[in-house]
Every structure is written in structure tokens, then in C-alpha cells.
């Protein structure tokens, strides 16, 4: 069965490779899209039913990245354009996931540790260490929404 992170994922591997040739330009989207038009503010304005100044407003919401979506959407629809929305993660989720789950499950394991040195005991050797950190890992990964705990 697939995760619902290894089925986003995939659908991000392509985007990642393509946000990252697609910075916004300094002033927005929508004025370099409608200079390229060779589209006046008063003529995306009267196709949005709006004033220049409004227009001028929006540009400058958008390049302040202060825009609602739903204001670029006019926008992008008066210039025959679709707002496509989405967050492309920096890494994989799942790489994510198990890295979070790694760190805990050494923060937990430090914890034993210590418990252990005080009562005259501990872990023998790194494989015993690697055995109990798997466990860990896999009982995290059960759960993943106790990864997030901001206590952790």
C-alpha cells in the first residue's frame, strides 16, 4: 500500500525540477505577463471591470507578496492565464518523515542510554544501538503524526 506522502511524492518529483527554474520576476507575474501582451494597466483594467489604480495596487500587492489567490485568479483569467497553486517540498516527504524520525529516535535513545548508565547497565556495542534505534524509527513511523510534537 502507498503512502499518501510517497504518492505526493511522486507527483512532485517533476514540479521540484521545474520550480526551481521558475522564480516569480521582481514585479509579478501579472505585469510581466501583461507587458509581454503589450497590455496597458487601463486595458487590464477595463477587462477586469476595475480602475488603473486598482490595477497598479494589485501589480504591487503581488510583487510586496501580499496578493490574496483569489484577486491573482481575476487577474491571471483577464489575461488568459490560470493561477496554478502549489508547495513544492525543498526534499522528498518520505525523506522528511524518516529524517524526523531518525532524530527523535536519537534524542529517545540518548534518554535510555542515560537511564541505563545510571542503573549499571547499557547498550552493548553499535548493533544493539542500531537494533533498539530501528525499533524506535519503526514505532514512530506507526504514528507519524507524533512526529510533530512541538515538545520534541
Not at 103 to 130: C, N, P
Request: charged share 30%; proline share 3%.
Amino acid at each position: 500500500m502507498t503512502s499518501a506522502s510517497e504518492q505526493l511524492d511522486r507527483r512532485f518529483r517533476e514540479l521540484r525540477s521545474a520550480a526551481s527554474h521558475m522564480d516569480r520576476p521582481p514585479r509579478g507575474w501579472v505585469r510581466a505577463i501583461r507587458n509581454a501582451l503589450g497590455m496597458t494597466t487601463r486595458q487590464l483594467a477595463e477587462r477586469m471591470d476595475t480602475t488603473n489604480s486598482w490595477v497598479s495596487d494589485l501589480e504591487r500587492g503581488e510583487a510586496n507578496k501580499t496578493i490574496s489567490i483569489k484577486t491573482l485568479e481575476r487577474a491571471a483569467e483577464a489575461l488568459g492565464c490560470r493561477v496554478v497553486y502549489v508547495l513544492v517540498p525543498e526534499k522528498p516527504l518520505t525523506e522528511t518523515i524518516q529524517a524526523r524520525a531518525h532524530l527523535l529516535a536519537e534524542k529517545e535513545l540518548a534518554f535510555v542510554e542515560q537511564t541505563m548508565r545510571l542503573e549499571a547497565q547499557g547498550l552493548s556495542g553499535d548493533a544493539q544501538r542500531g537494533k533498539a534505534r530501528k525499533a524506535i524509527v519503526e514505532k514512530l513511523l506507526q504514528h507519524p503524526s507524533r512526529l510533530w510534537n512541538d515538545d520534541d
